[in-house]
């Protein structure tokens, strides 16, 4: 609908819808170029989302690939621990034996070297018997020192004369 503005002159206002006047054709061919636009558009919407799915996907494969690398460090360096304790549960297991060896050792020791032990042994393997007064000799030595002094001199002989000293004498004998 028109609007009229009231004044001395009645105008007329322009209207709220203005029909196109192009032909059939012409709207047509428009539509086609809108739709190829918009289809165009979409492919290239499309190809960002493709590109950008792959970049995603990739840096999902980066990111699992770091994580597994982490999990496999660790995983490492743990059985490396493990073994570690291992060798030194190994070792002080090795030497709580050694101790209890060495404590049983010197407790048989201690055990055979008691003096009625010995003297019992002696008697029953080796038949031996205590001496009596009769057996002991007891023999007087004088008070003499019997260490030779380091002042008495030694004579030289061939065997420790120097080989120019031989050549020398040899020389001269003849």
Do not use: C, H
């Amino acid at each position: 609908m028109a609007r009229y503005q009231y004044e001395t002159s009645p105008r007329k206002l322009e209207p709220d819808f203005i029909p196109n006047r192009t032909s059939k054709k012409s709207k047509d061919l428009q539509r086609e170029r809108e739709l190829k636009e918009k289809i165009k558009q979409e492919a290239k919407e499309r190809a960002k989302q493709k590109r950008a799915a792959v970049v995603l996907k990739k840096k999902v494969v980066v990111y699992i690939a770091i994580i597994f690398a982490m999990l496999l460090v660790v995983s490492y360096r743990n059985s490396l621990i493990t073994e570690d304790f291992n060798k030194v549960k190994s070792l002080k297991a090795e030497l709580a034996t050694l101790q209890k060896e060495n404590q049983q050792t010197q407790v048989s020791l201690e055990s055979n070297l008691n003096l009625s032990k010995i003297e019992e042994e002696a008697k029953s393997r080796l038949g031996m018997q205590k001496l009596t007064n009769d057996q002991k000799i007891y023999i007087n030595l004088p008070k003499k020192d019997y260490i030779q002094s380091s002042t008495d001199s030694t004579d030289v002989t061939s065997t420790e004369k120097s080989w120019l000293e031989k050549i020398i004498e040899k020389i001269k004998g003849n």
